[in-house]
């Protein structure tokens, strides 16, 4: 019976590759999922690497269309910004990956799946939990993280067997993918130091970018971006376009510390020029459309679906339940929004749509309206005022109350 493993070339699934057969006596199909970031010498390579480890076969998976239907687009709709700051481009993946590790299996009638993930991340998490719910019956293998093993026993394995391993040549470790590309290096390790500029990958440095800005213009319809200047675009190719035009500026460089799912904190580097882009401009055309309370609702809702999103809990029922809620908020998100991209900014420079909450022949900020007169504004302010009023009226009787009821000091000996 074989093993279908989660496949990425690296270090860790390299060794999984002989292991796998060495100690289950079994045949190992190696899957490849592309959720963005990979050229086609990246696949022709990752599929050459598995070949050589003697995988019995290999299969790729083009996972972006799932990644962005399934995962991207209620990241726009719902503006996730996890800790403010960081959208989220590696946990969506691991989701992705998962589900097609256990189609494949299924596919070829494997009973056990296995994937490289170490004792100490966030991905173990995700594709356990996601393997588990998408294939019940599958039986779930993750050595390196059963085995303990550092990548200096990892390498030795490999070459004792004869296998070649790579020396990096690079400080940093890279994760490229559809929705931007995450970081990690020796000051991710701490919370004190910056990412130096030749961490980031792709991104033009902000102070090297063009001295002429760009602005653009992103169509939504629905609340989902379908066309930059004019000319459609599916969810993809528009990501993809964007993440090339903004990087070329410098926007989406940043670094986030947050809480990992196993409890510590932990820090990462990441470039994801269309999210920043995207987010900032769908929520711009939101608080033109959407009333107050529905961007506080939709706010909170959005932190959590990404909290839980980001925690491999995707397949919780209350994730299709907050989804129902976005897609019924979105109905209205519809129009144009100009954006302007200088110098590593992405600067919303004015929204349009014809669903805008903005009508100045009602009224205007500030200086007159057809709603209301002085009268009803003066009655307004002053029930406005009500409860606090009556607030601090309590608070100042109860503080005399207990002023008056206090002892007299005794008199001294």
Same mark, same amino acid.
């Given at each position: 019976?074989?093993?279908?493993?989660?496949?990425?070339?690296?270090?860790?699934?390299?060794?999984?590759?002989?292991?796998?057969? =060495?100690?289950?006596?079994?045949?190992?199909?190696?899957?490849?999922?592309? #959720?963005?970031?990979?050229?086609?010498?990246?696949?022709?390579?990752?599929?050459?690497?598995?070949?050589?480890?003697?995988?019995?076969?290999?299969? $790729?998976?083009?996972?972006?269309?799932?990644?962005?239907?399934?995962?991207?687009?209620?990241?726009?709709?719902?503006?996730?910004?996890?800790?403010?700051?960081?959208?989220?481009?590696?946990?969506?993946?691991?989701?992705?990956?998962?589900?097609? &590790?256990?189609?494949?299996?299924?596919?070829?009638?494997?009973?056990?799946?296995?994937?490289?993930?170490?004792?100490?991340?966030?991905?173990?998490?995700? !594709?356990?939990?996601?393997?588990?719910?998408?294939?019940?019956? $599958?039986?779930?293998?993750?050595?390196?993280?059963?085995?303990?093993?550092?990548?200096? =026993?990892?390498? /030795?394995? $490999?070459?004792?067997?004869? !296998?070649?391993?790579?020396?990096?040549?690079?400080?940093?470790?890279?994760?490229?993918?559809? %929705?931007?590309?995450?970081?990690?290096?020796? @000051?991710?390790?701490?919370?004190?130091?910056?990412?130096?500029?030749?961490?980031?990958?792709?991104?033009?440095?902000?102070?090297?970018?063009?001295?002429?800005?760009?602005?653009?213009?992103?169509?939504? @319809?629905?609340?989902?971006?379908?066309?930059?200047?004019?000319?459609?675009?599916?969810? &993809?190719?528009?990501?993809?376009?964007?993440?090339?035009?903004?990087?070329?500026?410098?926007?989406?460089?940043?670094?986030?510390?947050?809480?990992?799912?196993?409890?510590?904190?932990?820090?990462?580097? !990441?470039?994801?020029?269309?999210?920043?882009?995207?987010?900032?401009?769908?929520? =711009?055309? =939101?608080?033109?459309?959407?009333?107050? @309370?529905?961007?506080?609702?939709?706010?909170?809702?959005?932190?959590?679906?990404?909290?839980? $999103?980001?925690?491999?809990?995707?397949?919780?029922?209350?994730?299709?339940?907050?989804?129902?809620?976005?897609?019924?908020?979105?109905?209205?998100?519809?129009? #144009?929004?100009?954006?302007?991209? !200088?110098?590593?900014?992405?600067?919303?420079?004015?929204?349009?749509?014809?669903?805008?909450?903005?009508? /100045?022949?009602? /009224?205007?900020?500030?200086?007159?309206?057809?709603? %209301?007169?002085?009268?009803?504004? @003066?009655?307004?302010?002053?029930?406005?005022? &009500?409860?606090?009023?009556?607030?601090?009226?309590?608070?100042?009787?109860?503080?005399?109350?207990?002023?008056?009821?206090?002892?007299?000091?005794?008199?001294?000996?």
């Amino acid at each position: 019976m074989p093993i279908v493993l989660a496949f990425s070339g690296g270090l860790d699934t390299s060794f999984c590759v002989p292991y796998l057969q =060495e100690t289950y006596d079994a045949p190992v199909h190696t899957v490849t999922v592309d #959720t963005g970031g990979l050229t086609d010498s990246d696949r022709t390579a990752v599929e050459a690497r598995a070949r050589d480890l003697g995988a019995d076969a290999h299969h $790729l998976v083009d996972g972006r269309a799932q990644l962005y239907d399934d995962h991207l687009s209620y990241l726009i709709t719902g503006n996730v910004l996890k800790g403010g700051v960081y959208p989220l481009c590696v946990g969506p993946e691991r989701i992705v990956q998962a589900r097609a &590790v256990a189609t494949v299996a299924q596919e070829i009638g494997a009973e056990t799946v296995a994937h490289g993930s170490t004792g100490a991340g966030n991905d173990q998490v995700r !594709f356990d939990v996601a393997l588990r719910l998408v294939g019940d019956a $599958l039986d779930v293998l993750a050595p390196i993280r059963r085995l303990g093993l550092s990548r200096d =026993e990892s390498t /030795a394995f $490999l070459e004792e067997r004869g !296998f070649s391993v790579p020396t990096d040549t690079t400080d940093y470790s890279i994760n490229r993918g559809l %929705w931007g590309t995450t970081i990690g290096g020796q @000051e991710t390790l701490t919370a004190t130091q910056p990412l130096p500029e030749q961490a980031y990958p792709d991104t033009t440095p902000p102070t090297d970018a063009p001295d002429t800005p760009q602005t653009l213009t992103v169509t939504f @319809e629905e609340g989902l971006p379908v066309a930059i200047d004019g000319t459609p675009l599916s969810g &993809v190719d528009l990501v993809e376009a964007l993440t090339e035009i903004g990087g070329a500026h410098g926007v989406g460089r940043d670094i986030h510390v947050g809480d990992t799912i196993l409890g510590i904190k932990g820090r990462i580097g !990441f470039e994801a020029p269309a999210a920043e882009i995207l987010i900032a401009a769908h929520r =711009e055309l =939101e608080k033109v459309v959407l009333s107050e @309370e529905q961007q506080i609702r939709k706010q909170a809702l959005g932190d959590v679906y990404g909290r839980l $999103l980001h925690e491999g809990q995707y397949f919780d029922p209350v994730m299709r339940d907050i989804e129902a809620f976005l897609d019924h908020s979105q109905d209205v998100v519809s129009g #144009t929004v100009a954006v302007k991209l !200088f110098k590593g900014t992405a600067q919303v420079q004015g929204v349009d749509s014809p669903h805008s909450m903005f009508d /100045a022949g009602t /009224a205007t900020y500030g200086e007159e309206n057809a709603l %209301w007169d002085g009268r009803d504004a @003066e009655g307004y302010t002053t029930l406005a005022a &009500v409860s606090s009023r009556l607030a601090k009226k309590a608070r100042t009787d109860a503080s005399t109350t207990a002023s008056e009821d206090a002892p007299a000091p005794s008199a001294s000996p």
